[in-house]
C-alpha cells in the first residue's frame, strides 16, 4: 500500500515552461486535492476533487488545472509556469472516517522552481 | 469560510520544557479539527484529530489537544518536549458543510534545545 505518491520530488522550470505534478493514491479515496507551501502561510488549496469526473476550484486556482478521469489519478498541470509558483506542492486524499469527518493524508511533497 | 489562526510564529524550549501551542479558527458551523506536523524535508503527517465526543483528544507521540467550543480553540500540548520533537505544526479546520476541503493556519515552528 503506497499511499499518495508524488512525482517528480523536484523540478527547476523556466518562466513560460508548462508541466504537469503527478498524484496517485492505491486507496480507493474519492477525494483528492492540491495544496501548495510557502513561508509564512501555511497550505493553500489550489483545486480538488470529489470523483471521478468531479473538480473545482479551490483558494488559488489561478495558473493551474486538474482532472480526474480515475479514481486513482489527480495530475496538476502548470499551464505557463511564473515565479510566484514556485512553492512545495503536496497532494492529498482522504476517506470517511466513519464518524461525521474525513481524515486527510498528504503526498510526500514535490519542490517546483521556477526561473 | 473558516479561517484559522496560529499566533506563535516561532516557539523554542529546551528539552523536558511544557509545549502548548495555540489555535483559534473562526466558524459558526460545525468544524472538524486537525493537528499536522512536519518534519524537516518530509510531508505532513497527522498528530490528531478531533471530530466529536470527548474534546480532549489524544495523538500520537505524547500530543494531544483539547477542543474548546466557547473559545474557538484548539491548542497543541505536550507535557515534555524532545529534541526530535523539532518541527513545523500546523493547525487545521475542517467545516463539515464543506466536505474535505482544510483550511490551514500559517504554521508554529518548534525547535528544541538539547
Known amino acids: 500500500n503506497a499511499g499518495v505518491t508524488q512525482t517528480p520530488k523536484f523540478q527547476v522550470l523556466k518562466t513560460g515552461q508548462s508541466m504537469t505534478l503527478q498524484c496517485a493514491q492505491d486507496?480507493?479515496?474519492?477525494?483528492m486535492s492540491w495544496y501548495r507551501q510557502d513561508p509564512g502561510m501555511g497550505l493553500r488549496l489550489i483545486h480538488y476533487?470529489?470523483?471521478?469526473?468531479?473538480?473545482d476550484q479551490g483558494e488559488v486556482p489561478n495558473g493551474y488545472n486538474v482532472s480526474r478521469s480515475t479514481t486513482e489519478d489527480f495530475p496538476l498541470r502548470l499551464l505557463s509556469a511564473a515565479p510566484s509558483q514556485t512553492s512545495v506542492y503536496f497532494c492529498a486524499s482522504s476517506y470517511k472516517d466513519g464518524s461525521s469527518g474525513n481524515t486527510i493524508y498528504f503526498g510526500e511533497g514535490s519542490w517546483l522552481t521556477v526561473v | 469560510a473558516q479561517s484559522v489562526s496560529q499566533h506563535n510564529h516561532h516557539v523554542i524550549l529546551s528539552e523536558a520544557a511544557s509545549l502548548e501551542l495555540g489555535c483559534n479558527y473562526s466558524y459558526g458551523g460545525t468544524v472538524n479539527l486537525f493537528w499536522y506536523v512536519q518534519y524537516p524535508g518530509q510531508h505532513l503527517q497527522l498528530l490528531l484529530k478531533?471530530?466529536?465526543?470527548?474534546?480532549l483528544v489524544k495523538g500520537i507521540k505524547g500530543f494531544e489537544a483539547e477542543f474548546i467550543k466557547s473559545k474557538f480553540s484548539f491548542n497543541l500540548r505536550k507535557p515534555s518536549v524532545q529534541w526530535s520533537d523539532t518541527a513545523e505544526y500546523f493547525c487545521a479546520v475542517n467545516a463539515q458543510s464543506s466536505g474535505d476541503k482544510l483550511t490551514f493556519g500559517t504554521g508554529t515552528r518548534l525547535a528544541v534545545r538539547p
Open positions: 476533487s470529489v470523483g471521478a469526473g468531479i473538480t
Open positions: 486507496m480507493n479515496h474519492e477525494y
Open positions: 478531533y471530530f466529536s465526543g470527548d474534546p
